[in-house]
């Protein structure tokens, strides 16, 4: 059985920054394409960075990029968002995702898998990120 755990959120004034992490379990991490989205109230799920399984392949969205940082360590089969210079409109529950094993040692362009979540067939439970003006 697949699990997968985030945990780091919180509240934090604009400016400020903040550390998400997320475990899986029950699939292979080191073979998987990993991946955060955010979903703001009243606002669709969205994706928000994407990480290949050894890292050379890095999707960001135009509303993080320069901002936060992605990164995965394999042998703790562990995956990291890093937020920077946090603005209220990153408020949100932050998700970390896995998709189907069809993805397993992907190499191309995460452009376009990020940006469906569809794809995504594990979940985490979400953790929140509020930043206050």
């Known amino acids: 059985q697949v699990q997968v755990v985030e945990s780091g959120g919180g509240l934090v004034q604009a400016g400020g920054s903040l550390r998400l992490s997320c475990t899986a379990s029950g699939l292979s991490f080191d073979a998987s394409v990993m991946g955060w989205f955010r979903q703001a109230p009243g606002k669709e799920r969205e994706g928000v960075s994407c990480?290949?399984?050894?890292?050379?392949?890095?999707y960001y969205a135009d509303s993080v990029k320069d901002r936060f940082t992605i990164s995965r360590d394999n042998a703790k089969n562990t995956l990291y968002l890093q937020l920077n210079r946090l603005k209220p409109e990153d408020t949100a529950m932050y998700y970390c995702?896995?998709?189907?094993?069809?993805?397993?040692?992907?190499?191309?362009?995460?452009?376009?898998?990020?940006?469906?979540?569809?794809?995504?067939?594990?979940w985490g439970q979400g953790t929140q990120v509020t930043v206050s003006s």
């Open positions: 990480i290949n399984y050894n890292s050379e392949r890095i």
């Open positions: 995702a896995a998709p189907n094993t069809g993805f397993y040692y992907y190499g191309g362009r995460l452009t376009y898998l990020c940006s469906d979540r569809s794809k995504f067939a594990y």
